[in-house]
Every structure is written in structure tokens, then in C-alpha cells.
């Protein structure tokens, strides 16, 4: 089975047998289709063979918030069933709140018995989004790794937006900031951004998905702001597609169809 997240920034691909996990891929999302993905009837078609991957195997597809794009041969998953089931089955919990903070946008689902409740999502401003950290680590000239190791002494970042949390943060260097105190506030500036979501669909545990749950001064602001306990999975950025494979598993396996065959 393969497991496909179509994702604005980049491309997961999972297979897996049975149970057990095989091999894992990630692309830049237009290197992806300039390389592997032609057109075929309006839809994608996949150089399954040129990824390395069974040409055989079924197919399972979600996608990135209102774009929906066909893989031909594929089913295509609603992409919050594909993260609730990723999560369910990297985790074995049953009830829990998602965030999922991806490269353009953040989503919180509540999950009780395995099953989504309730779930928002902000996808109006780049300030809430993995981009925003990568800007921001790029003004300070730091990787991504070193900004997420900074939480203490923030300087609270005003801005609500991407593009004028920018100067500010160059008007703070300017004034001879130390980049610790910046990073920290930068990381307390993407926890405010989750941080109402986090209230209205609460639980006594945090599951972080996407890139950014691998962000550990994050995880640790939420962990003290919450009272939760917060936890990151073990493949963050593959859990869409992951949940992509479990469906397919579980539909070949029970009979059950309700995603729509692409």
C-alpha cells in the first residue's frame, strides 16, 4: 500500500505491508511533479517505477486544504481523516487533540474514540505556518534546529503578520537583542497563533504532527501554557500520508469505501 501527502511545500510518500512500515520519501512539492508526475485525463500520474516504488501497489492520496488534486488510480482522502488515522495508528491513542502546524497552515482536530469531533484550521496568515519559522531562522541566520532550542526570556513579537513581523525583528537586532531572546519570542509568537484552537477543542493531550512537532522549544512552551501533556510523533511530517495507508489497508481489508476513487 502507498500513501500519499500531497502538501503545499513538499511531497510524503509512505508504503507499507501490513503493519509494518517500508520506506519513506519526501520531494519539494514542484521539483516533485517536474520530475515524477504527468498529466493523464486532467489528473496526476505518478512514475511509481522512477520513485523506486511497486507499480502495483493501490494507491491512497490526500491534499493540502482547498486544492484538490487527482493522482490517477488513487482514492483521495479527506486530509483530516488522513491525520487522525496517522496519528491514531503512530500513537494507539483514541482521544486526543491534533495540531498540525504544516508549511502554509495550522489545523487542531479533536479526536475522541479514534474519531474527529471538531477541528479548526487557520490558513489566512503565514504567521501561523511552518514558513513562518523558516523566514524567521533565515533573518537570524540560524537553522531551524537552533531556533527551536529557544524558550526562555522571549521578547514578545507584536505583529500579526509575516511580512511586518520581519522589521520588527530586524528593528529588535538592531536595538542589540541577543538572537536567544528573539528565537524564544518568535517560537511564543507561533504558540499564540494555535493557542485559542488549542482552548476550544481541548484534551489531556497534545499530539503534534507536521514538520514543526519536531520544534521542541514549541513543544515545551505548549506543555507550560496548557497544563497538557504534549507529544510529537515519531514521523511527523508523514503522518498524513501514513493515515493515507491505513485507509487503504482497512478499506482492502473490510470492504468499506468512502473515499472517492480518483
Not at 83 to 111: E, M, P, S
Not at 115 to 120: H, I, K, L, R
Not at 172 to 191: F, Q, W
Not at 206 to 227: P, Y
Request: net charge neutral; with cysteine.
Amino acid at each position: 500500500m502507498i500513501g500519499i501527502d500531497l502538501g503545499s511545500r513538499n511531497i510524503k510518500i509512505v508504503e507499507m505491508q501490513g503493519d509494518k512500515l517500508q520506506k519513506t520519501l519526501s520531494f519539494d512539492t514542484i521539483a516533485f511533479y517536474r520530475r515524477y508526475g504527468g498529466q493523464s485525463r486532467g489528473q496526476i500520474k505518478l512514475d511509481l517505477a522512477g520513485l523506486g516504488l511497486d507499480a502495483t501497489s493501490s494507491l491512497v492520496a490526500t491534499g493540502y486544504g482547498k486544492i484538490k488534486i487527482q493522482v490517477e488510480g488513487a482514492l483521495h482522502l479527506p486530509e483530516i481523516q488522513a491525520h487522525v488515522k496517522g496519528a491514531v495508528y503512530q500513537t494507539r491513542y483514541k482521544d486526543f487533540t491534533l495540531l498540525d502546524i504544516g508549511g502554509q497552515d495550522t489545523k487542531v482536530i479533536q479526536v475522541r474514540a479514534g474519531q474527529t469531533v471538531d477541528f479548526m484550521t487557520n490558513d489566512r496568515c503565514a504567521a501561523s505556518s511552518g514558513r513562518y519559522l523558516e523566514n524567521m531562522a533565515a533573518i537570524l541566520d540560524m537553522s531551524l534546529e537552533e531556533l527551536s532550542s529557544y524558550c526562555e526570556d522571549p521578547v514578545r513579537l507584536n505583529s500579526t503578520c509575516a511580512i511586518f513581523g520581519e522589521t520588527e525583528i530586524i528593528g529588535h537586532l538592531v536595538d542589540g537583542c541577543p538572537l536567544s531572546r528573539l528565537a524564544a519570542g518568535i517560537n511564543y509568537t507561533l504558540y499564540r497563533r494555535c493557542a485559542s484552537m488549542l482552548a476550544k477543542l481541548d484534551s489531556g493531550i497534545i499530539i503534534m504532527a507536521g514538520g514543526v512537532a519536531r520544534n521542541g522549544a514549541l513543544r515545551d512552551i505548549i506543555r507550560k501554557k496548557t497544563g497538557r501533556q504534549v507529544q510529537s510523533l515519531e514521523l511527523p511530517e508523514y503522518n498524513g500520508a501514513i493515515g493515507c495507508c491505513r485507509y487503504g489497508l482497512e478499506t482492502s481489508a473490510g470492504g468499506k469505501d468512502a473515499a472517492d476513487k480518483g
